[in-house]
């Protein structure tokens, strides 16, 4: 069974910073791409930042210039380093990655569980 465990999160004042990671653990045997959904209260989940294994990465453009998504492919796991964070950043944050399953025989969509992140002003 494939497992996206996250940490980081919290409670952080506006113009602060926090950092996200995400791994996957299990029955792993390609990672296409690893990446960081958000959902605020009221609104739909949206793409915050993408990166594929080949270090391709792209971010929403709300968070260009602050926020930065690395990979460690050896460890599969996805980071997200949140600088100059403002109050319309909270909301759950979750770890999303394209696993291949050798069951299913293609690449799955896995989420994580979702990480509380809480910007005051």
């Known amino acids: 069974q494939v497992q996206l465990v996250e940490s980081g999160g919290g409670l952080v004042q506006a113009g602060g910073s926090l950092g996200l990671s995400c791994t996957a653990s299990g029955s792993i045997n390609s990672i296409k791409s690893m990446g960081w959904y958000r959902q605020a209260v009221g609104k739909q989940r949206e793409l915050v930042a993408r990166a594929t294994s080949g270090g391709s990465t792209n971010y929403a453009d709300s968070v260009k210039g602050r926020f930065t998504i690395s990979r460690d492919n050896a460890k599969n796991t996805v980071y997200l380093q949140m600088n100059s964070l403002k109050p319309e950043d909270t909301a759950v944050y979750y770890c999303?990655?394209?696993?291949?399953?050798?069951?299913?025989?293609?690449?799955?969509?896995?989420w994580g569980q979702g990480t509380l992140v809480t910007v005051s002003s």
């Open positions: 999303n990655a394209e696993i291949y399953s050798g069951t299913a025989m293609r690449y799955l969509q896995r």
